[in-house]
């Protein structure tokens, strides 16, 4: 179980994310909704153990998120990823899965192709156009079979087939126990994977649903 407990952290322009309460169970999704601004990537970011809460505690399995040894059981893609560009696709997979302590690697040649970067698999990556880029984060987030998997805004910057090839992987994980957490702007995307959303404004949680709903006019009653 993911538990998220009396979460706080703010930023010097007082933006960030209150007292902010979440617990998902294994094998299920949850989506967080929100404009530019509202606090979802830091929320996903203290979710990861990337930032430290002022107030409150995140634990994954009753292990604190923040500890270096339960970050080998998370996959994140950050809505800004970062990657190693002088490596290729394989050197920076290899890279990824030792830092999990993970021996075989043959998972990685599956993968890689059905993203379309196995022909691409020896070159640089900073060579790569962005969407290349984006896929090549995409997949170091999940090649490991993560027990939490955090994607921000993922669908941006990829082609159609890749978000298909997410999709069946995002529904692989759930189906083998995996814990997703995804925040996206793009309504109909999380209407096909997931019931369970909350919606964030202002750095708190301002509605919870977990039923199929009209999203659209939810988000429009909320924002607009």
Same mark, same amino acid.
Request: net charge neutral.
């Given at each position: 179980?993911?538990?998220?407990?009396?979460?706080?952290?703010?930023?010097?322009?007082?933006?960030?994310?209150?007292?902010?309460?979440?617990?998902?169970?294994?094998?299920?999704?949850?989506?967080?909704?929100?404009?530019?601004?509202?606090?979802?990537?830091?929320?996903? +970011?203290?979710?990861?153990?990337?930032?430290?809460?002022?107030?409150?505690?995140?634990?994954?399995?009753?292990?604190?998120?923040?500890?270096?040894?339960?970050? +080998?059981?998370?996959?994140?893609?950050?809505?800004?990823?970062?990657?190693?560009?002088?490596?290729?696709?394989?050197?920076? /997979?290899?890279?990824?899965?030792?830092?999990?302590?993970?021996?075989?690697?043959?998972?990685?040649?599956?993968?890689?192709?059905?993203?379309?970067?196995?022909?691409?698999?020896?070159?640089?990556?900073?060579?790569?156009?962005?969407?290349?880029?984006?896929?090549?984060?995409?997949?170091?987030?999940?090649?490991?079979?993560?027990?939490?998997?955090? /994607?921000?805004?993922?669908?941006?910057?990829?082609?159609? +087939?890749?978000?298909?090839?997410?999709?069946?992987?995002?529904?692989?994980?759930?189906?083998?126990?995996?814990?997703?957490?995804?925040?996206?702007?793009?309504?109909?995307?999380?209407?096909?994977?997931?019931?369970?959303?909350?919606?964030?404004?202002?750095?708190?949680?301002?509605?919870?649903?977990?039923?199929?709903?009209?999203?659209?006019?939810?988000?429009?009653?909320?924002?607009?």
């Amino acid at each position: 179980m993911l538990i998220l407990k009396n979460i706080k952290k703010l930023y010097e322009n007082d933006r960030g994310i209150k007292d902010i309460s979440i617990e998902i169970t294994s094998g299920e999704i949850l989506a967080i909704l929100g404009p530019n601004g509202s606090g979802k990537s830091t929320a996903l +970011k203290v979710i990861a153990g990337i930032l430290k809460p002022d107030e409150g505690e995140c634990t994954i399995f009753d292990y604190n998120t923040l500890e270096p040894d339960t970050k +080998k059981y998370i996959g994140y893609l950050p809505d800004e990823p970062f990657l190693y560009e002088n490596l290729s696709p394989i050197e920076f /997979l290899n890279f990824v899965q030792s830092m999990k302590e993970i021996k075989e690697n043959t998972y990685n040649e599956n993968i890689l192709r059905e993203f379309g970067m196995w022909e691409y698999r020896n070159q640089q990556i900073k060579t790569f156009s962005l969407g290349m880029k984006k896929r090549i984060a995409l997949i170091s987030a999940i090649v490991s079979t993560p027990k939490l998997l955090i /994607l921000d805004e993922p669908t941006n910057g990829l082609d159609t +087939k890749s978000i298909l090839v997410m999709k069946k992987y995002i529904n692989k994980l759930k189906n083998n126990g995996s814990i997703i957490v995804i925040s996206s702007h793009i309504l109909e995307f999380v209407a096909k994977i997931t019931n369970n959303i909350v919606f964030i404004k202002d750095g708190t949680i301002v509605r919870k649903i977990n039923s199929e709903c009209n999203l659209e006019q939810i988000y429009t009653d909320i924002y607009l």
